[in-house]
């Protein structure tokens, strides 16, 4: 491109050329440069190139010109973030990317200035990186929640942990046998019914009911007394006649009622709690009341002998 000084730049070319001169005045344009600033080529002839940018920058860029060609060298993009900020004659503000070319003629220094107007990308730039700020702060608060979420979670479960526990203890601790039935099958039970019934441990768990009961229709009778009573969501409790590990038959009370009743996991909640002593202390109060009641019938008879010996 000959800087020649008045004259308007021809071409195809879509990017803004302009040529200053030594002291930083425009001396050609092209037209994408007169279209790009809004003026003709002969309002923009002759103008310090100052005139071509925001007030905010005009008095510190007649110095960085300078010290761009003290270096020597070109490059691109005096700006920030290899940009410059560009001023139509209406007053107008754009970015452009701008190349800066240093250049002798005749014995005179020139500047060749090629500007690309990139108002549409920053604006695009601008609309991504709005968009991944909003994203990132989106992700930031779904990861807060989220990990407020856990939070809650894990208290929680820690929670249901201890509780579960507890009631282990005391599952396990109880002064009655406990059992948990399926189906006639034992889920689970305690250790105190493990050992009302003399079994090792966890050898009842899967076990039918009817290894708790002398006979078949024992457990049949049993079966169909409590099933019956317990479909109308009471309580039954009764004593009944059982059978330990070793087949020694002992008398025990039983207390069932229903658990998650009407859904598909609907169990029976059984207490055991051993009766022999209380039966063995009731069948020998028996045996001494009958002991009594014949020594007073031989008492009785014996005094009516003798009274009948006498007279």
């Given at each position: ?38 003026a003709t080529p002969s309002e923009l002839l002759g103008r310090p190139v100052h005139d071509l940018l925001p007030a ?192 020694t038959p002992f008398w025990g009370r039983i207390t069932c009622r229903t658990f998650l009743a009407g859904q598909p ?11 022999s002593l209380e039966h063995e202390a009731a069948q020998a109060l028996h045996e001494a009341k009958e002991a009594a ?19």
């Amino acid at each position: 491109v000959a800087p020649i000084a008045g004259m308007v730049l021809d071409g195809p070319a879509m990017d803004a050329i302009i040529v200053l001169d030594a002291r930083q005045h425009i001396t050609n344009v092209n037209a994408a440069a007169s279209l790009m600033f809004g003026a003709t080529p002969s309002e923009l002839l002759g103008r310090p190139v100052h005139d071509l940018l925001p007030a905010r920058f005009r008095d510190a860029h007649p110095a960085q010109i300078e010290a761009f060609a003290a270096e020597g060298i070109s490059r691109r993009g005096m700006g920030q973030h290899g940009l410059v900020q560009g001023r139509r004659l209406n007053g107008e503000e754009f970015p452009a990317e701008a190349s800066i070319a240093r250049l002798h003629l005749g014995g005179e220094r020139h500047f060749t200035v090629i500007l690309r107007d990139v108002t549409q990308r920053k604006r695009a730039e601008d609309e991504i990186h709005a968009l991944n700020t909003r994203l990132e702060q989106q992700v930031a608060q779904r990861t807060a929640a989220l990990q407020e979420t856990a939070e809650r979670l894990e208290a929680e479960r820690r929670q249901l942990l201890a509780a579960t526990q507890e009631l282990q203890t005391i599952f396990e601790t109880a002064s009655v046998g406990i059992l948990l039935l399926r189906d006639r099958r034992v889920m689970r039970c305690n250790r105190r019914l493990e050992e009302i019934f003399g079994s090792p441990p966890g050898e009842l768990v899967g076990q039918p009911t009817r290894v708790l009961y002398a006979s078949d229709a024992e457990h049949q009778a049993l079966g169909r007394d409590l099933y019956h009573a317990l479909a109308g969501g009471g309580t039954v409790r009764r004593e009944q006649r059982f059978v330990r590990h070793d087949g020694t038959p002992f008398w025990g009370r039983i207390t069932c009622r229903t658990f998650l009743a009407g859904q598909p996991e609907e169990g029976v909640l059984a207490i055991v709690e051993d009766m022999s002593l209380e039966h063995e202390a009731a069948q020998a109060l028996h045996e001494a009341k009958e002991a009594a009641e014949r020594a007073n019938s031989a008492k009785s008879s014996f005094l009516a002998n003798m009274s009948h010996e006498i007279r």
